[in-house]
């Protein structure tokens, strides 16, 4: 689609150069025959001028003032929107979410959004780039009777290998092949078989699993209590209309049936076990996502996207963005507070232009509906592990988890800000009359610290109220406006050390470059790293040495002449203890309305008890679930990781 050239005056992006190859690999347009379509500089112009062009319907007369603030904001780095955004702003496709969830209802084609409906609008939002998360919990358990077939039910974990093989099948638009998450509550009746259903690590390779949580299992399990698998009953003539939850079907008088009565510690412990082994199931606290769903008038929330950090409803989809907070850095250790309120400002404005400029699906309309009514937007972060590198404070520790607590309110608070005064601008949500944020009825509170606040890192004053008052006069643009992404593209792309709200992995590690057949090896080292040793008046010969002991350890931790302070700022994720990990994210958690992507890592060695120790204190802390990894326990999966 024709656009006006990229103006010769604006600047061009500087990149590394692995960094650049990965964003001609994955972004740039191509020709018919392979050929880029456009240069590097050229692609963030197509973006930025596409989504900006939008405004035009808001009633912005001067797009392309718009477009070159755009266009900045993205070459300088300050903000990237996820993947989708990049491949698809402009293009005859124009999808440009990661994060869809799709309803699956207990029906095989009766209902327009039976069991192989949903496998249909899976495939095609795959198509797109898109991720997909389901929840299973609503298909009756295995061998339940089907009356039209006097057959016995698959099951979810049965429709569950339907799907993965289905997904297997497709390949993906464009280069990313889209993941998948499947969800099923921890109370339906195939819940033992959910959670060993990836034991062999070649099974079900193309979804994640979580496990849904209740508030209700979690005393159970800390009370040593019996737990109830149950399911409505599905002989019940009122069941054959019904399409909701558990809970709905409670209220609405259909029998439930209990199928089973186990132990809570003896699921909950095989839930952790399987963990432990390879890093899967995930768990999801479905009650901590509910108590601050934005639309509770609308659904409840059972499912996430595919790396668990965004609660939607059904048909939803978020586009991420995220602030690189690598490129906030103020002088002499300092955060630029007054750079980062205005990246936020205007990466708040580009995502609700992205809402709009977003073509979705056109074959599953489902999708443009659903987006329209809440207008969600999440805006997260990457780099948070270079900024706290740069301003000297050890991730993990309690200084870490206020500061990070610091960084994200302030964050939060100016998206919401500014999604007020598009509120004003543009209008509000359009479900908001019963939804947390109706003005005529608030019941969005402002979020708390969970952690005390004791250091002035010059951030500037924030007035809650001043929110909590814009919204009761305005209301409000975007239902939900914060997530924190994995950034697994888009931290390369921006050459962040730590990728989103993530520790650096490595300080120093060899790199294997595919060079014309032959297999070239770089050692990288981290740059802020290097900058600090060498500015600590460490001799070359010695800065040397020491990152030929990091790359044989993986850390700076054991080497004895490092000042106290570089080895106690410079750690990697393996430094930091699970429950630092977990306190991290929990801090983080208290301004995120929606949920985030993290890893709890644990040491090769870790028991099956410190597993189960970090899911009681993250649901204890507020977290909306827990993704842990035993360092070792899936070697395969790591090596794909480091490979990308
Ligand atoms: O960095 P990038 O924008 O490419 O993506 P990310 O932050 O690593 O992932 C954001 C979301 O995109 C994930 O949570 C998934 O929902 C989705 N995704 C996917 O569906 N397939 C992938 N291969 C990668 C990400």
New binding site residues.
Partial sequence: LPIPPLPEDLPKIELTENARQVLIRRYVRRNDDGTPAESVDEMFWRVAYNIAKVEVSFGNPDVMTRAREFYILLTSKKF?????TFTGAGTPLGQLA??FVLPIVDDMGRDSMGIFQTLRDAALIQQT?????FSFSRLRPKGTVVKSSSGQATGPVGFLRVYDHAFGEIAQGGT??????GVLRVDHPDIEEFITCKTDENAITNFNISVGITDAFMRAVKEDAEWELRFPDVTDPRYRTFRGTLEQAEQEGIPIRTYKKVRARDLFNKIVKQAHHNGEPGVLFLDAANRSNPVPHLYQLEAT??????YLGPYENCC?G?VNLAQHLGDNGTVDWEGLRQSVVLSTIFLDDVVEANAYVPAVPQLREAAMRARRIGLGIMGLADLMYHCGIRYGSPEGQEFAAQVMEFIRYHAMQTSIELAQQRGAFPAIHGSIYDPENLKWAPPQSIVPYTHDYGRPPIDWDIITEGIRKHGIRNAAQTTI???????TVAGCEGY?CEPVFALAYIRHVNDNGKDLQLIYASPAFEKAIARAGIEAEKRQEILEQIMREGTCQHIKDLPEAIRNVFVVSADITAEEHVRMQAALQAFVDNSL?KTINFPEGATEEDVATAYMLAWELGCKGITVYVTGSREKVVLETLKT
Avoid: D, K, W
Wanted: net charge positive; with cysteine.
């Fill in positions: 990237f929107p996820n993947s989708p990661a994060c780039g898109g991720g997909n998360g990313r092949r889209g993941a998948n998450m996207n595919p790396c668990g950090e965004q991420l995220s992404a994995p950034t697994g593209t888009i931290a989103g992507s």
